[in-house]
């Protein structure tokens, strides 16, 4: 089942992957307070039971903090974080209940350290990690697996409607999305809970852990500042 705000994309990839056969397209807008309970509602009415969870859904913006609408720094609390935890409350306790099923929560390498410029995008993907790796540790020997996904720079529409691509960032080499899927699933089988796809990012990941942390965040704050006329 795929969940997402716009039916014409959704309606396109159902298509794509298979038809209505084997693909269900929800339109639906997580950030309302009513989605995962008009989800779980769908879900019963159709009599499915969730094995894998997917927590994709996410949305960020550059620039400088001041300088947001609060109406989309609110919206952006609510789709990353607020439907994350949501989702996971209502769909998890059955695969508990099943001793079985799986949860992938999409976080960011983002969330290793502060962005300035990015700054709410990466501190919701932080307590995403956070969040992960505690339901982890609460739900071992259940049989429910649970995996923090940190993918680096994802060709995506995400940086066009973030705005990182007008920053020096993404003029790094990227993985593709089917490359970090790939990656993610094959980690999912060996259980492995922090999941960093590409070895650029992993070796960036770890060399942050030994980097003064005033040094990470101004680097990350000149690779994240809008240049001039980007706007």
Known sequence: ??????????A??????????????LPLDLTEPDA??????????????????VNNAGVGHTGPFLEEPPERIAAMLDLNMRAVVGLTRRLVPAMVARRSGAVVNVVSTSAFQPVPYLAVYAASKAFVLSFTEALASELHGTGVTVQAL?????????HRTAGTDKVLFTRTAMMTAPAVVERSLRALDRRTLRVVPGWQNRLVA???AFLPRSLVRT???RLFRPRPGSA
Do not use: W
């Open 206 to 208: 770890s060399a942050q």
């Open 1 to 10: 089942m795929l969940v997402a705000r716009r039916a014409d994309r959704l």
């Open 12 to 25: 396109a990839l159902a298509r794509e992957l298979g038809g209505p056969e084997v693909v269900l397209a």
């Open 36 to 53: 995962g309970a008009r989800l779980q509602d769908e879900l019963d009415r159709r009599g499915i039971f969730v094995e894998l969870l």
């Open 150 to 158: 940190c993918p680096g720079l994802t060709a995506s529409e995400f």
């Open 219 to 221: 680097v990350a704050g």
